[in-house]
């Protein structure tokens, strides 16, 4: 739950408002009426309107940016990782990190591949 004042982004817009998607926007109230699908009333100060969403269609923006600065860290190791034909740190990165490869050592379970097929697999990866 968002606090009244805290400084939101839209994005989505699951009833078909016409809600300026991406833009910033203020909570200035919540809507406590169990028979509305509102949460919250927000304040879009470009569109200089108030508009009532539900709470998916809002999210704060650090959330988003820490989202999005996860996003472009895996890009960017999944990059190196190629540059570097480092297939370990591929298949860790590929593979959904740390946790699922330490689940695969534990368990005995490893899969030889070879150097043809790596590339192979990679290859059909970026042709997709």
């Known amino acids: 739950m968002f606090k009244l004042g805290q400084k939101i982004v839209i994005v989505a817009d699951?009833?078909?408002?016409?809600?300026?998607?991406?833009?910033?926007?203020?909570?200035?109230?919540?809507d406590r009426n169990a028979?509305?699908?509102f949460d919250y009333v927000i304040r879009v100060p470009k569109a200089n309107k108030n508009f009532f969403v539900p709470?998916?269609?809002?999210?704060?923006?650090?959330?988003?940016?820490?989202?999005?600065?996860d996003r472009v860290?895996?890009?960017?190791?999944?990059d190196?990782?190629?540059?570097?034909?480092?297939?370990?740190?591929f298949r860790r990165i590929m593979n959904g990190g740390d946790e699922l490869?330490?689940?695969?050592?534990?368990?005995?379970?490893?899969?030889?591949?070879?150097r043809e097929d790596f590339i192979r697999q990679i290859n059909l990866k970026a042709w997709i």
Not at 61 to 69: C, F, G, V
């Open 55 to 69: 709470a998916g269609d809002v999210e704060l923006e650090e959330t988003l940016l820490s989202q999005e600065a």
């Open 73 to 78: 860290e895996r890009e960017a190791l999944i």
């Open 35 to 37: 028979d509305n699908a």
């Open 14 to 30: 699951q009833f078909e408002q016409n809600l300026p998607i991406g833009d910033h926007a203020y909570v200035i109230a919540y």
């Open 101 to 114: 490869a330490e689940a695969l050592d534990e368990e005995g379970v490893s899969e030889v591949q070879t």
């Open 80 to 89: 190196f990782a190629l540059a570097t034909h480092n297939e370990e740190l």
